[in-house]
């Protein structure tokens, strides 16, 4: 009970504080995410298309999945120096996988039929890519966002190493302090909550797009 108080009195008296390092981390986290997908969903369309391609960028997004986060921080800070921009930039890359994978997956797994369907009502390679291709693959490359949403809320967390900002400041603050338990609490308990709403959130949606792209495929 006194860890849970002092948790509460921790949080009235730096609530402005502990709000603004959640935003900015979550803004650090949408950003990846937002480049990731840029990037990852063409990428992913390009080799659902051209099938020999898959293989190579799938296993080049899992290497730079498998570098730890530390040591890819260290390795972008060199180049881009300190700063929000760098965590930006390793969650853009940690978000690749999860978004090229199930945008190749959603793209192959459209039946074939429907496909067929688009090309005999003379539509082009693109309009089927548009009309087609992509509004029945969107809940599987909504997933895809989801895992990396996730996965980046966690990473960002890291980013106080380099003076980003963001909940880890506070997380370090605690491992700093002499007895900072009820402070890495304060930082790692928002930590968890954005990563609990952000999959909630993007569950929605992926369910939302999973019934409209069921009901577009019904009424063609």
Do not use: C
């Not at 650090?28 to 298309?49: E, K, Q, R, T």
């Not at 997956?105 to 693109?126: C, H, Y």
């Not at 548009?130 to 966690?154: D, F, N, Y």
Request: without cysteine; hydrophobic residues 55%; proline residues 3%.
């Amino acid at each position: 009970m006194e860890l849970i108080q002092d948790l509460f009195n921790y949080y009235a008296q730096n609530a402005w504080y502990v709000w603004e390092m959640f935003y900015k981390q979550f803004l650090m986290s949408a950003y990846g995410v937002l480049f990731g997908a840029i990037v990852g969903i063409p990428i992913g369309v390009v080799i659902a298309h051209h099938h020999k391609l898959s293989t190579w960028v799938i296993s080049l997004a899992n290497v730079i999945q498998t570098i730890p986060a530390l040591a890819m921080l260290a390795v972008l800070m060199l180049v881009m120096g300190l700063g929000p921009n760098t965590v930006v930039f390793a969650l853009f890359l940690y978000s690749l996988l999860p978004i090229i994978k199930n945008t190749y997956t959603g793209i192959r797994n459209v039946d074939q039929a429907m496909l067929e369907s688009g090309k005999g009502m003379g539509m082009t390679r693109f309009q089927v890519l548009r009309m087609v291709e992509l509004p029945l693959s969107l809940s599987v490359i909504m997933a895809g966002l989801r895992t990396a949403l996730v996965i980046t809320i966690g990473v960002a967390t890291i980013g106080t190493f380099i003076g980003a900002g963001g909940l880890g400041d506070i997380i370090l603050r605690g491992t700093n302090a002499s007895d900072g338990t009820t402070i890495i609490l304060a930082g790692a308990i928002p930590t968890a909550l954005m990563a609990i709403i952000a999959d909630y959130a993007m569950g929605w949606l992926e369910k939302k797009f999973r019934g409209k792209a069921g009901s577009s495929a019904l009424a063609r």
